[in-house]
């Protein structure tokens, strides 16, 4: 993993938002390993930590309500994750209305309350999605192209802007637009492996749509990189340099598991099964590329699919 660049930082104080989520666990780590200091901001109420490291200290927030901004005292920087997942089940009113209140409430309430902090953290890194651009086909896509008109694009415009408060008060924010995130241990990964492990998986629909894919190391190394470079501000790809399509990702996690990807699965019944999530999420196509990052120096470890998906499932 990319480690905090000990010649250039100090110890840092960070809250963090989705403290115990598929990513958030793993950042929590990485901060405690880089002996950064490293505060869970909790619903529920506040408690003692298991495991070999002493528990983290923890605050209790209400992603509706308000934190308190005394309770910013002394941090350095606070990174967002919590929100819905997006990709389980299928979706109807009430439940996209969860997904975008999840991610706008809560971070016009982190937003906000850094805005009133004294002293004020000096950056807030806030989760958002590479689904903000809808489906862009064959366009290789930048940080500087426009969003979609889906409703994931949709989310990302308004989950973006919630961070207005923290950067109208000077706060530095960095709008992390978050592609597949690839682990064994979580994400879309285990939940793919069944039928590819039983040699009866394959492409979705025609495999021609673009995946732009991270490895979990990568996105901690990148939101520890974003804490402490001041070049990286507002929308940043956390995506690899090379997507696939899903064709070649289906070959790829073939070859890794050394299984037959023979057995695609038609369009009509990925539609059958997911409704709109399945032509906003899984038959979309998306062909990202981390301009700012690579820009600002960042370095990935796993920049290629095979060798990612070599790494996360330990082969």
């Known amino acids: 993993m990319n480690d905090l660049p000990s010649a250039t930082i100090s110890r840092m104080k960070v809250f963090v938002t989705g403290a115990s989520g598929f990513i958030g666990s793993a950042l929590m780590r990485a901060l ?30 209400d992603p509706a309500g308000a934190i308190d901004g005394t309770k910013f005292s002394g941090a350095d920087a606070v990174v967002h994750l919590a929100g819905e997942s997006v990709a389980t089940g299928r979706w109807n009113a ?87 995130v690839l682990s064994g241990d979580g994400g879309a990964l285990p939940r793919m492996l069944p039928p590819f492990r039983l040699g009866v998986g394959g492409r979705l629909g025609n495999g021609r749509q673009w995946v732009s894919w991270i490895t979990l190391d990568d996105v901690v190394a990148l939101i520890l990189h974003a804490l402490t470079n001041d070049l990286l501000r507002g929308p940043v790809n956390a995506v690899a340099p090379t997507p696939v399509t899903n064709a070649d990702f289906t070959r790829a996690l073939g070859a890794v598991l050394h299984r037959p990807t023979v057995f695609p699965v038609p369009a009509f019944v990925v539609r059958a099964a997911f409704g709109q999530l ?25 920049p290629e699919i095979k060798g990612a998906l070599e790494h996360v499932l330990k082969k």
Do not use: H
């Open 32 to 61: 405690r390993e880089a002996e950064q200091e490293a505060v869970a901001l909790v619903r529920r109420a506040p408690r003692p930590g298991t495991g070999e490291l002493p528990p983290p200290p923890e605050i209790q927030w």
């Open 278 to 302: 399945a032509d906003e999420l899984l038959l979309a196509s998306n062909r990202a590329v981390p301009q700012a990052a690579l820009a600002s120096g960042f370095k990935f470890r796993y």
């Open 94 to 180: 009430e439940r996209k209305a969860r997904i975008l209140n999840s991610r706008v409430q809560g971070t016009q309430t982190v937003a906000a309350s850094m805005a009133r902090a004294k002293p004020r953290p000096r950056v807030l890194v806030c989760a958002s999605a590479n689904g903000i651009y809808g489906d862009t086909g064959n366009i290789v896509v930048t940080e500087a192209a426009p969003s979609g008109s889906t409703f994931l694009a949709e989310v990302g415009r308004q989950w973006e802007d919630a961070t207005r408060a923290a950067s109208d008060a000077g706060i530095r924010v960095v709008n992390l637009r978050l592609g597949m």
